[in-house]
């Protein structure tokens, strides 16, 4: 594996992008933006090993590497199942998880149905990025096996969410891919009339995003106005929306777009590591602070390790696909 390459130092953005970014927001999931700057100033470090965020795509990379980079809703299911004990300890991981855990294990449930009747979080798209990392370059194949995915944790809009981020990380990988590109494929491969309440929450938060001053005017007008009291505050019609937003607002830098989400408040550390994990595609590692990887010390060496089986399966996944179009062509002339 040749860590030297362009898309090596990409899938390592992303991971390194996403498991910082959940450190980092975890002492500030629940605070409102002024109790953030009271107990913290500007958060800009980090410790620990971030939560059921980093747990799940974890899990969902091994499902991956399994596969052959194909994974589904019964593969996932498989590996929640093989990680047992971590569910049974662990006190992080949220209601609709533990639901499909439960699910999964007590009863007869089909891993494509296990999703049906949990509550909207943000638990299926917080996840997600490894989706978008094999199918990088190919936002539309990312939304279409997330679709299938994500459906283990969530049936509602939460889906689409999942799908929304999926295809952002895939299209940061394109080659000349901006911001407004990777803005472009959150919402395009997500259907019109399917994935309507996703899409209006997309637009609305960017549109305010793009009609504010800078990152504390946004987060100002958010609380102000768009803070929805019947909602939870893990719900992904605000996180989802509010990661994109944020990788605009920092113009697509990790560094910026991490600290946007960790000092936004509410669902910290899920808008973090999303935003970090999309940012941190689109810049790749080398873009993300030294210090950072310092203060990771031997999990950054982890990482490495994951960034190279995933871009093997990358590659693999390409070379199939250009095989199986070259004999396609062959065979029509």
Not at 198 to 206: G, I, V, Y
């Amino acid at each position: 594996m040749n860590s030297d390459s362009p898309l090596f130092d990409k899938v390592l953005g992303c991971l390194l992008g996403g498991v910082i970014g959940d450190a980092m927001g975890t002492p500030t999931e629940k605070l409102s933006h002024d109790e953030i700057q009271q107990r913290f100033g500007w958060v800009q470090t980090f410790s620990g090993d971030g939560t059921d965020d980093s747990i799940l795509k974890h899990i969902l990379c091994e499902t991956l590497e399994r596969t052959g980079g194909h994974a589904t809703a019964d593969a996932w299911a498989e590996d929640w199942l093989r990680h047992t004990q971590t569910f049974v300890d662990s006190k992080l991981f949220f209601a609709p998880v533990v639901a499909t855990f439960w699910k999964l294990s007590g009863e007869p449930v089909p891993p494509r149905d296990a999703g049906a009747g949990n509550m909207a979080s943000s638990s299926s798209a917080m996840c997600i990025s490894p989706m978008g990392i094999v199918n990088a370059g190919n936002p539309r194949q990312a939304a279409l096996e997330t679709f299938e995915v994500a459906g283990l944790v969530h049936h509602n809009f939460c889906r689409d969410g999942a799908c929304a981020m999926a295809a952002a990380v895939a299209q940061a990988f394109a080659p000349g891919a901006d911001v407004e590109s990777v803005l472009r494929a959150a919402s395009e491969f997500l259907p019109e009339r399917s994935a309507k309440v996703m899409r209006m929450a997309l637009q609305a938060t960017l549109a305010m995003a793009r009609e504010s001053t800078g990152y504390e005017d946004f987060r100002a007008r958010y609380y102000r106005e768009a803070v929805d009291a019947r909602r939870h505050f893990t719900d992904s019609r605000e996180t989802v929306p509010l990661a994109l937003a944020l990788v605009w607002l920092a113009g697509g830098d990790a560094q910026k777009a991490v600290e946007y989400g960790a000092n936004f408040g509410r669902d910290a550390d899920t808008i973090a590591s999303m935003a970090g994990a999309v940012a941190g595609a689109l810049g790749g590692a080398r873009a993300l602070p030294r210090a950072w990887l310092d203060t990771l010390g031997p999990r950054a060496d982890s990482q490495r390790a994951l960034a190279g089986r995933m871009t093997q399966l990358v590659r693999a996944r390409a070379e199939a696909a250009r095989a199986a179009a070259q004999a396609m062509l062959e065979a029509s002339a």
